[in-house]
Nanobody
Framework: VQLQASGGGLVQTGGSLRLSCAASGIMFSINTMGWYRQAPGKQRELVAHIGSVGSLKYADSVKGRFTISRDNAKNTLYLQMNSLKPADTSVYYC?????????WGQGAQVTVSS
């Protein structure tokens, strides 16, 4: 299983970015996928996750600003991030859970300047 994240970058406060995570080597549609983030010196935290039938969960800190979605035909997970704040600066990781297996992407740096 491989998860390839892309779309990170540098943006000003209030700006937007979209992260993508392409999955290969797995039955994409039958799993839960999510985005986590980890800032320097902090623990990795859940940002959002989406189940195989579309159930959603968001961290309170991103509700109303971030939207997670998936395209099962393209085996791709997305995170649309709007109204970004400096506190959103982190390395973002995509995650996939299927059965007893859990997989992580390599991380995408998101930096929000004030």
């Amino acid at each position: 299983v491989q998860l390839q994240a892309s779309g990170g970058g540098l943006v000003q406060t209030g700006g937007s970015l979209r992260l993508s995570c392409a999955a290969s080597g797995i039955m994409f549609s039958i799993n839960t996928m999510g985005w986590y983030r980890q800032a320097p010196g902090k623990q990795r935290e859940l940002v959002a996750h989406i189940g195989s039938v579309g159930s959603l969960k968001y961290a309170d800190s991103v509700k109303g600003r971030f939207t997670i979605s998936r395209d099962n035909a393209k085996n791709t997970l997305y995170l649309q991030m709007n109204s970004l704040k400096p506190a959103d600066t982190s390395v973002y990781y995509c995650n996939l859970v299927q059965g007893n297996g859990e997989y992580w992407g390599q991380g995408a740096q998101v930096t929000v300047s004030s």
